[in-house]
Structures are given as structure tokens and as C-alpha cells.
């Protein structure tokens, strides 16, 4: 059964600041990965998606993969108050989507 | 507008009473979930569905069962609930194992007396 572990549990970061995520996964056959974001009481929205190594950027938000450490993170740019949410990370087999159990970030203005 | 409802948004119940939660998605996705939230545990799946009859067990489906008849609708069915199943509970759905990540639906709040 896949495993997804997300470091830190929670982080306090000031605004402008640089908000780096992380998140492992145990099965090597794992084939697309996701961060969500979901601020209180809300549902889950889907952030980036990446699917080979390397890394994708949209916007403040950069996505990086590296599939031999089992390892993908989320960095945030320039963080905002609005910001300030619970982040899930995911990983993908099949139609499986295994989520980790979120990093709760607060942005202090 | 590519939506997932979700019905009730919240629901009180007894102990040993049988709970329906509903799903709807507007975007014909083949691809439905039922995830189950509580605090420091993240989401967990309980079901998946390919399409129509076609169900598989997630992670926890221990307490629950599904039902899909049509390709927009997928029910959660809680077949006399425990107080352990208080949580909030979430539906997705997406076009097949997808390049899309999968879109939620608002969530139902259920608690268990």
C-alpha cells in the first residue's frame, strides 16, 4: 500500500518569504503527484501537478520531482497571508490517488 | 461550470441509524472517489468508481458501501453508523486515471451520536 509522508506537519512563515513543502512517497511505480491546497472548512483545489522528473513553475508556485528519491516538494514565492491554508500532497497509481496527511501553513503579515 | 455537489453538507445521526451521502458531478467523468477526513489523519479512500457498477475498495471501505447507477451520481452508504465514522466526508471525480487532478466536492460534515 502506498505510503505519502508530507514534512513539516506545520510552518509559520513571514509574508514575502520563500514557503518550501515536502513530500515522500514509497511506491517507485508511482506515476503522477499533486499538491492541494484547502483553507478551512473548504474542499480541496488541485494547485500543480507534475508527472516526470524536473520541475514545473506557474506563477509564485514551483513544483519539483525526483522520482529515484521518491521526493517531490511545492515551493512557494514571495508568500502571501492568503496563502495561509492546509497544503496535501498526493501520489498517484492507477486510477489510486494516496494523499499525505498536509503541512498547515500560516503566512504572518 | 465543472462542479461536484455534494448532499447534505451536514447531517446529525444516531448511533445504529443508516446514512446516505450523495454525489453529483456535471462533467460525465468515468472517475468517482470517496474520501474521509479527520484531523492529522488527511484524506483517506474509502471507495472508487471506474463507471457505472464498477466499485473497488479503497484504503478504509471497512463500515461502508457504494452504490453508482448513473455516471453522474455515486452514493455513500453508512449501513448503521458508529460514532467512529463521525468525520468529514468528501467526493471527486475525474476523466479516467487522468492528467487532471481529481475535483472535489464541498464536503459533508457528518457526525455520529
Known amino acids: 500500500q502506498q505510503k505519502v509522508q508530507q514534512s513539516p506537519e506545520s510552518l509559520i512563515v513571514p509574508e514575502g518569504a520563500m514557503t518550501s513543502l515536502n513530500c515522500t512517497f514509497s511506491?517507485?511505480?508511482?506515476?503522477?503527484f499533486a499538491w492541494y491546497r484547502q483553507h478551512s472548512g473548504k474542499a480541496p483545489k488541485a494547485l500543480m501537478s507534475?508527472?516526470?522528473?524536473g520541475e514545473k513553475e506557474e506563477g509564485r508556485f514551483t513544483i519539483h520531482l525526483n522520482k529515484a528519491s521518491l521526493h517531490f516538494s511545492l515551493h512557494i514565492r514571495d508568500s502571501q497571508p492568503s496563502d495561509s491554508a492546509l497544503y496535501l500532497c498526493?501520489?498517484?497509481?492507477?486510477?489510486?490517488?494516496?494523499f499525505g496527511t498536509g503541512t498547515s501553513l500560516l503566512v504572518d503579515p | 461550470d465543472m462542479k461536484v455537489t455534494q448532499m447534505p453538507r451536514y447531517l446529525i445521526k444516531r448511533m445504529g441509524e443508516n446514512v446516505l451521502l450523495e454525489c453529483g458531478q456535471d462533467?460525465?467523468?468515468?472517475?468517482m472517489y470517496w474520501y474521509r477526513q479527520d484531523p492529522g489523519l488527511g484524506l483517506q479512500l474509502i471507495y472508487i468508481?471506474?463507471?457505472?457498477?464498477?466499485?473497488s475498495e479503497g484504503d478504509i471501505p471497512k463500515g461502508y458501501r457504494v452504490s453508482r447507477k448513473k455516471r453522474e451520481h455515486f452514493s455513500l452508504i453508512l449501513d448503521s453508523a458508529k460514532t467512529n465514522q463521525t468525520s468529514v466526508y468528501f467526493c471527486?471525480?475525474?476523466?479516467?486515471?487522468?492528467?487532471?487532478?481529481?475535483?472535489f466536492g464541498e464536503g459533508t460534515r457528518l457526525s455520529v451520536l
Open positions: 471527486a471525480s475525474r476523466s479516467g486515471q487522468g492528467a487532471q487532478a481529481p475535483l
Open positions: 511506491d517507485s511505480a508511482s506515476q503522477y
Open positions: 507534475i508527472f516526470s522528473n
Open positions: 498526493a501520489a498517484n497509481m492507477g486510477y489510486k490517488l494516496t
Open positions: 462533467m460525465s467523468h468515468e472517475t
Open positions: 468508481s471506474y463507471d457505472v457498477d464498477s466499485n
